[in-house]
């Protein structure tokens, strides 16, 4: 079956960086999309990027426009989140999931990120 398994969250002083990872198992893991989401404590669910299948090209939401990073090595069915220069708005559980033509369908359990002094 599918499943997708997010590792790498923790607590981190602001301004510090995390990196997050993905494994993917049970579909064709080189052929999909991925996207992560995060949602934070009372708020909604948001989007924190997208990489493709091949991993040439990202999308990222402006927030994260210069601090994350979206990165994938299909040869170890695992996508990778790297944030740097967190800041405490950054604290949420973080999400991976396939994005299967602009749709996500499969979901990790979610790891989560605090940042705080």
């Known amino acids: 079956q599918v499943q997708l398994v997010e590792s790498g969250g923790g607590l981190v002083q602001p301004g510090g960086s995390l990196r997050l990872s993905c494994a993917a198992s049970?579909?064709?893991?080189?052929?999909?999309?991925m996207s992560w989401l995060r949602q934070a404590p009372g708020k909604g669910l948001e989007w924190v990027g997208d990489i493709v299948s091949g991993g040439r090209s990202t999308y990222l939401p402006d927030f994260a426009k210069g601090r994350f990073t979206i990165s994938r090595d299909n040869s170890k069915n695992t996508v990778y989140l790297q944030m740097n220069s967190l800041k405490p708005e950054d604290t949420a559980v973080y999400y991976c999931a396939r994005n299967e033509h602009s749709a996500w369908d499969y979901w990790g359990q979610g790891t989560q990120v605090t940042v705080s002094s």
């Open positions: 049970g579909f064709t893991f080189s052929s999909s999309a």
